[in-house]
Nanobody, 123 residues
Framework: QVQLVESGGGLVQAGDSLRLSCTAS????????MGWFRQPPGKEREFVAAISWTGTITDYANSVKGRFTISRDNAKNTVYLQMNSLIPEDTSVYFC????????????????WGRGAQVTVSS
């Protein structure tokens, strides 16, 4: 049974930093591309960042480029999202996801999803 479990969410103030983690089980983690998506209140789920199997290829949404960093530790079956200079518009439920093929921004192409972690940024 595949499980992706996010952690590290919370309530922070604008300008603060937060690191999300997502630990996977039930898959050969090192063979999966990992992505982070978010769903703001009342809006569609949107792409945030993705990272290739080895971590050498990353992609970011324009809205987070330069502030967020995705990384992975294949020995720990974990992907991270370091979020700096947070703004209220970053308030969302953040989901991690896994897919077998290359890095993608399309949520429909991801095979497995976590249940999400709430991040709230106050002004």
């Amino acid at each position: 049974q595949v499980q992706l479990v996010e952690s590290g969410g919370g309530l922070v103030q604008a300008g603060d930093s937060l690191r999300l983690s997502c630990t996977a089980s039930g898959i050969i983690f090192r063979t999966y591309v990992m992505g982070w998506f978010r769903q703001p209140p009342g809006k569609e789920r949107e792409f945030v960042a993705a990272i290739s199997w080895t971590g050498t290829i990353t992609d970011y949404a324009n809205s987070v480029k330069g502030r967020f960093t995705i990384s992975r530790d294949n020995a720990k079956n974990t992907v991270y999202l370091q979020m700096n200079s947070l703004i209220p518009e970053d308030t969302s439920v953040y989901f991690c996801a896994a897919r077998r093929a290359g890095v993608s921004v399309e949520k429909s192409t991801y095979d497995y999803w976590g249940r999400g972690a709430q991040v709230t940024v106050s002004s």
